[in-house]
């Protein structure tokens, strides 16, 4: 006799089991357990709310509707955050906010005023608390282009080695070595500055 | 301090060299300090997003933030079952269809074949001028004639009224 599974406290593969079976309450246990999440990472790369709102929750539609291919080789919600990343790659590329562009339009457009700076090592733990800064990382995260940004997501949050980031933004390695490095130079040029201003 | 080298620093960060180039980038970081400023700053600013990634929360209600994805799910579960009914349609005509195309045929060949012994008379041609010809059924006969051999035979069947 199988037992009634008790939603709030079951493992998440339990959910996914039964979620896999039909069972539509199972699921929307993983809804609430993993949205925050999938929501952050849309908006991280969308940086507009609405469109977050939208493409985390077509990510959960598409999540039911391809259940049965999940198989366990990652955990849910890695899978599930990789079906939020492809759909806002989509989305980007479909409103064409991903540029072609060179290494030296790259050079030029947002990594020159970068490369002649001094390198910064941001060290803004020493003042400002967790929360807070977490809030500023993520203005800065959105001060970057898109393409920037997106690299960044995917090396630094994602783990994703830059075969995989350029198999998935449609260019080279070296593009995507590129984008990496200027990104996270202008980010800690962003940090240094913060932290300059909370010293005043 | 080149671009390819700032590249190949930053690869070696991230694991992504091979073991004889890495080993060539440890080299070089034992002795140019350039290098080392280089790797530090992108090492402090990886370590920083690592521990403090931005956290967000869905700005809706669980209840509301799902019942739209529950809507969508079903939405997409009646289309499903549209299109599969749609799908089902021609498979069950070409059940249908196959028999009644059989029947059909067989239907027509017994028309014709009736058609031929109750009017018409139908003539085939054989080869080297034979012929073999069917009159009216009133006589219920048969008559074969050939050219080559300068004769004609006619059969008449007595049993037919």
């Known amino acids: ?200 | 301090m080149n671009h390819e080298t700032e590249l190949k620093l930053q690869a070696y960060l991230d694991g992504e060299l091979s073991e004889s180039e890495a080993t060539a980038i440890r080299e070089m970081l034992a002795r140019d300090p350039q290098a080392r400023s280089v790797t530090d700053a992108l090492e402090a600013t990886r370590t920083i997003l690592l521990a403090n990634e931005p956290e967000l929360k869905v700005p809706e209600t669980r209840e509301f933030y799902w019942s739209k994805i529950r809507r969508q799910i079903e939405l997409g579960e009646e289309q499903g079952a549209v299109a599969n009914a749609g799908q089902a349609a021609p498979a069950w005509w070409l059940r249908f269809l196959a028999p009644a195309g059989l029947l059909a045929v067989l239907i027509v060949l017994i028309a014709l074949s009736l058609r031929a012994r109750e009017g018409a008379s139908p003539i085939w041609a054989m080869d080297d001028g034979h012929e073999i010809e069917t009159p009216l059924e009133e006589t219920s006969s048969f008559s074969f004639r050939s050219e080559a051999a300068a004769m004609t035979v006619v059969w008449v069947d007595s049993h037919r009224e």
């Open chain 1, 1 to 200: 006799m199988s037992r009634k599974l008790d939603y709030p406290s079951a493992e998440d593969k339990a959910l996914v089991d039964a979620s896999q079976k039909g069972d539509m309450q199972a699921f929307e246990e993983l809804v609430a357990r993993h949205r925050d999440k999938i929501y952050a990472r849309a908006f991280s790369m969308m940086r507009n709310e609405e469109e977050a709102m939208d493409l985390s929750q077509e990510a959960w539609v598409k999540a039911w509707q391809r259940l049965k291919q999940f198989q366990g080789e990652a955990s849910f919600v890695t899978w599930m955050t990789r079906i939020v990343i492809n759909l806002c790659l989509d989305q980007l590329r479909k409103q064409k906010r991903f540029r072609a562009e060179s290494v030296e339009q790259l050079d030029e457009e947002s990594g020159g005023v970068e490369r002649q700076m001094p390198v910064v090592v941001p060290n803004p733990t020493e003042r400002l608390e967790r929360i807070e800064l977490r809030q500023r990382i993520d203005r800065a995260l959105g001060q970057l282009s898109h393409e920037h940004r997106t690299a960044l997501i995917l090396h630094e949050f994602e783990d994703l080695e830059y075969k995989e980031i350029a198999k998935r933004m449609g260019c080279s390695i070296g593009t995507v070595m590129s984008r990496l490095f200027y990104a996270r130079r202008k980010m800690a040029s962003l940090l240094a500055g913060l932290k300059r201003e909370e010293l005043r």
